[in-house]
């Protein structure tokens, strides 16, 4: 088995979040094409469902402890730990949101409430190659091929060796449904010249390397950014305080 090195997995980064963020309107096409029926068993972590596997390959990171943060590689900012729940469930796809309306990319039924069946076929492509705006289907800005191939499997060991059968394999992954999903897709112009795969897999630190650090908001007006480490040791010393009362804790005693 092979692993993918943090050089490959950084340029995959670069290459996704040098798409306009609105394009993670794309990826959540591919969730609806792959794992249809979403409700609200599916974002709990401890079972860890199909939707919900898919989604971390997508914007999982792990942080500590086994735990896993919500990290969107388009813009290179972290979520908050309830972004499924908040943003995902309670605004993208409960059926308000223009992405599962009537004239939307993402069937929906029914059009509201919990679980649901989506969708993601010819109407929904149709749809987006005729926007002008993001998501839309211009060309140069469509998912890039081998970067998302590389950031899907940047969690696990892999059999492939070189770049051409993990992009056939994510193909296959992806592929599930009778609407050809690759078509909102298109080949990197940028090459990966680096070493994509080695022998040994990532370390706590390299792993945490492959993520910009991570902010975390203390009230409306004021934002911190942490590193990996520092949120690691912070998780350590917190106990039962979620980290972010922790961290008022501290600042509040040094005041």
Known sequence: MAYLTPEAIL?????IEDLPKDQIGLVFALLASRSPVISYDSIDMSQRSEFLQHT??????PI???AW?????LDGKWRSD???MSTVMGRLLNGSHWWTAAGGFIGRNPSTGWPATFSFGIRGFEVLRRRTRPPFLTGGKRLPLSAMAIWYFRHEDIAESNLESLVLRYKEEINSSEF???????DNKTIFWGDLTRSTDLTDDERKKCYPGLAMKLSPKHTIEIDQSTYQRL???????????????LLKEKE
């Open 56 to 61: 971390l390959r997508y914007f999982g990171a």
């Open 69 to 73: 943060g919500f990290f969107v590689p």
């Open 180 to 186: 050809d999903v690759l078509r909102i897709f298109e």
């Open 235 to 249: 998780i350590e010393g917190a106990g039962s305080l979620p980290v972010e009362e922790y961290i008022k804790f």
């Open 11 to 15: 340029w995959a980064r670069a290459q």
């Open 64 to 66: 500590a402890r086994g």
């Open 82 to 84: 309830d972004y499924l």
